[in-house]
């Protein structure tokens, strides 16, 4: 759960901060200050289709981002981005494998990169639907499926993690995009 979160927090901070930091000058502080509210529903409901209003909201009156681009932006994102289940199933499969004793090479995290981020486009905003997905991900591999059974009764812990992470994607995204049309609007008006 530690490995999982540090993780999550690295890949927040390297990626979406620093894109916020770089192409719309947000301080990333403030990125994660102003979407407190978005990271806080997301922790308690790990619904990213629930989140869609609030983090709506949350482009709206934190970062003025206008509705026509949130109103597609967010809701396309929580149907497509999920960058915390990707770590989260790296994660799992690296620690089953450690667990077993089977050595994982280069070319099998490449594996487990690429068939994560496929799988965790597939049932977008259920609760709970990554444990199966991890199941499938875990049979793929050949590992065994019990130690699936062991994590799925503290999947909640990882659900909140994996929730606020790609809830936080969509944000990240949808204010990288209006900060864009903000510049080209910009460059149409001086033309």
């Known amino acids: 759960v530690g490995t999982y979160y540090l993780a999550c927090l690295v890949h927040v901070v390297l990626v979406y901060c620093t894109v916020i930091w770089v192409t719309a000058g947000i301080n990333p502080l403030k990125f994660l200050k102003d979407s407190a509210e978005l990271w806080v529903y997301t922790i308690s409901t790990c619904s990213s289709v629930a989140a869609i209003p609030v983090n709506i909201k949350v482009a709206r009156e934190k970062f003025n981002v206008p509705d ?31 667990t077993i004793g089977v050595p994982v090479t280069l070319g099998t995290m490449v ?76 460059r149409a008006k001086s033309a």
């Open 68 to 98: 026509r681009i949130s109103s597609f932006t967010v809701p396309l994102g929580s149907q497509m981005n999920y960058d915390g289940s990707v770590i989260l199933y790296g994660c799992v499969i690296l620690f089953i494998s450690q």
């Open 111 to 186: 594996k487990i990169i690429l068939m994560s981020a496929i799988l965790s486009t597939g049932g977008g905003g259920i609760p709970g639907s990554g444990i199966v997905k991890l199941l499938v991900m875990v049979t793929a591999f050949g590992l065994p499926t019990e130690i699936v059974g062991i994590i799925a009764a503290f999947y909640r812990l990882f659900d909140m993690g994996t929730t606020t992470n790609n809830c936080l994607g969509d944000l990240a995204g949808t204010v990288f995009v209006s900060k864009l049309e903000d510049k080209a609007a910009a």
